[in-house]
């Protein structure tokens, strides 16, 4: 036997309380001599081992209870950094997936569906509202304007002069839940309205796709029409339209924000191309009126056009009365006309 087992194993037999010493020395004197050296040496190595497992299996256990301490550690301090940035972060996450920087939500129970007033509409010192100046009738038609007979379009001129605040479903077979219409934005330096501005965009529009040979419908012809989205939407099913143009001229929390923008549903009969189609309206308007293409972007936020996905359907934001470039831009009197020009494009 190695003399270095032989003295481990009178360390161990030292540390061993007595009853079991005693046990241990019986048991070497009844067993044969010729085994007793492979007893010992099997007895030390035993004896050594267990402590090294339990050592690592500690080591274990330390790792994992220092991971969870840490895991919570780091979930601690994100909540007290989100809970100060809450409006920042939330903000720039509704960005990220095209969804609106702000959103003012419904009471409704149902709070994990997208709800929220419609589109986006944030406070502004709100001047004396200057009405747009809508271009004379007839609207002239260039010389190669394209051929759209046999087209149903609606037009939905966005939001209306009075608010109804009554709630209506926002995404068909859920619980969410919108205002069935708001006033919509208001220009930072011209003050004009946006349901007054939809509205002479729309009937410039209306005028310039007749000439282009379409059957165009108008979902309101007055700022004191009251009508929901979901009616809204409803006037372009029924009658079968070929397209659904929602014109919009948002508001964003940042000044600096300015261009063309559309939105197309995520659902229906042409969610596959909508994206495509969309970033090429945006891109067709913004050329024609001298703005810039934000391009498309999917959404789910839109009662407009969540209960019109069965129709080619696209919410043109031409740009966004909270920049002061945009609403000098809106309120010239050529782009409600260089808007219609660039849509007949789009649609021939």
């Known amino acids: 036997m190695p003399e270095d087992n ?41 004896y050594y081992s267990k402590p090294k497992k339990k050592a690592q299996q500690k080591n274990t256990s330390q790792s994992i209870i220092l991971g969870i301490l840490s895991a919570l550690l780091i979930v ?85 002069a009075e608010p109804d605040t009554e709630l209506e479903e926002s995404i068909p077979g859920s ?49 004191d029409e009251n009508i929901s989205n979901i009616e809204r939407a409803k006037i372009a099913t029924d009658n079968k339209a070929d397209y659904f143009i929602r014109l919009h001229a948002d508001s964003a929390p940042d000044s600096d924000i300015r261009g063309v923008k559309v939105y197309v549903p995520s659902t229906g009969k042409y969610a596959s191309s909508a994206s495509a189609d969309g970033k090429k309206l945006a891109e067709t308007v913004a050329s024609e009126i001298g ?28 740009g966004y009365l909270s920049n002061s470039d945009d609403d000098a831009l809106l309120n010239q009197e050529e782009t409600a006309y260089n808007v219609a020009v660039a849509v007949s494009g789009f649609l021939g």
């Open 6 to 46: 032989k003295a481990k194993f009178k360390q161990i037999l030292s540390k061993l309380p007595e009853d079991k010493r005693k046990l241990l020395y019986k048991r070497l004197h009844d067993m044969p001599e010729s085994k007793r050296e492979a007893y010992i040496d099997d007895f030390v190595k035993k």
């Open 175 to 223: 619980t969410a839940q919108k205002e069935k219409a708001t006033a919509g934005a208001v220009g930072i330096n011209s003050g004009t309205c946006e349901y007054d501005l939809t509205l002479q965009y729309a009937i410039v529009m209306k005028e310039y796709l007749e000439g282009c040979g379409a059957e165009v419908i108008l979902t309101r012809s007055g700022n």
């Open 291 to 318: 703005s810039t293409s934000l391009g498309a972007v999917q959404s789910n936020m839109y009662t407009g056009l969540n209960h019109a996905d069965s129709v080619r359907s696209y919410q043109l934001v031409v």
């Open 76 to 160: 601690g301090i994100l909540y007290f950094v989100y809970v100060f940035n809450k409006s920042s972060i939330d903000s720039k996450f509704n960005q990220m997936f095209g969804m609106p920087p702000s959103e003012e939500f419904s009471t409704d129970p149902d709070t994990g569906s997208i709800i929220g007033p419609e589109p986006r509409h944030f406070p502004t010192d709100t001047p004396t509202p200057v009405p747009a100046t809508p271009t004379p009738s007839p609207v002239p038609l260039k010389d190669d304007h394209p051929d759209l007979s046999g087209l149903v379009i609606v037009i939905d001129p966005g939001h209306q």
